[in-house]
T-cell receptor, first 113, second 113 residues
């Protein structure tokens, strides 16, 4: 599976958009980009995933560059409850892969009042 | 509401005792997973199951056992053979053919003294 690189920390003002970048320059053609977050002392929470088209759900938007070497997770109106560690991973959607999640260091997002 | 439940949230045991952690899901997912997370560390896969009556060892299965008699349930037993059982245990499930899209329970924090 391709490796990912994320900034160690970011700050955002409450109510503003939080844009979290991720580099995955070695991603292969059939690997998806997945985003998770983990709030302190809680289990990880799946946010969104995509292959090459931009995706949006009730939590966030995912923008993947045309060459698929990087992506950005957008939280459109960040709240204090969005303060968490955000993880970007890449992996195959199915087939024989059983989906062992391996998080890197992630990005610590701190949302300020 | 669909989701994954784990119980109890906190568990205390004496050394030498086996303990079983509960994990139930009503998401109709075929695949289920058990992870362990130590303070400041990432996830480590203990066991996973892709279908009822079948399960596979993950990276750190020694000292643990599981069963998968029902689609909804995947209990984990921490045996006395596990050398460092004190940890945060997380159960997850994923839809078939989207193994990296995992939904986590709230976790069980086990303390063995």
């Amino acid at each position: 599976d391709a490796k990912t690189t994320q900034p160690p920390s970011m700050d955002c003002a409450e109510g503003r958009a939080a844009n979290l970048p991720c580099n995955h320059s070695t991603i292969s053609g059939n690997e998806y980009v997945y985003w998770y977050r983990q709030i302190h002392s809680q289990g990880p929470q799946y946010i969104i995933h995509g292959l090459k088209n931009n995706e949006t759900n009730e939590m966030a938007s995912l923008i993947i560059t045309e060459d698929r070497k990087s992506s950005t997770l957008i939280l459109p109106h960040a709240t204090l409850r969005d303060t968490a560690v955000y993880y970007c991973i890449v992996g195959h959607a199915g087939g024989t892969s059983y989906g062992k999640l391996t998080f890197g260091q992630g990005t610590i997002l701190t949302v300020h009042p | 509401d669909g989701g994954i439940t784990q119980s109890p949230k906190y568990l205390f045991r004496k050394e030498g005792q086996n303990v079983t952690l509960s994990c139930e899901q009503n998401l109709n997912h075929d695949a289920m997973y058990w992870y362990r997370q130590d303070p400041g560390q990432g996830l480590r896969l203990i066991y996973y199951s892709q279908i009822v009556n079948d399960f596979q060892k993950g990276d750190i299965a020694e000292g643990y056992s599981v069963s998968r008699e029902k689609k909804e349930s995947f209990p984990l037993t921490v045996t006395s053979a596990q050398k460092n059982p004190t940890a945060f245990y997380l159960c997850a499930s994923s839809p078939d053919r989207s193994y990296y899209e995992q939904y986590f329970g709230p976790g069980t924090r086990l303390t063995v003294t």
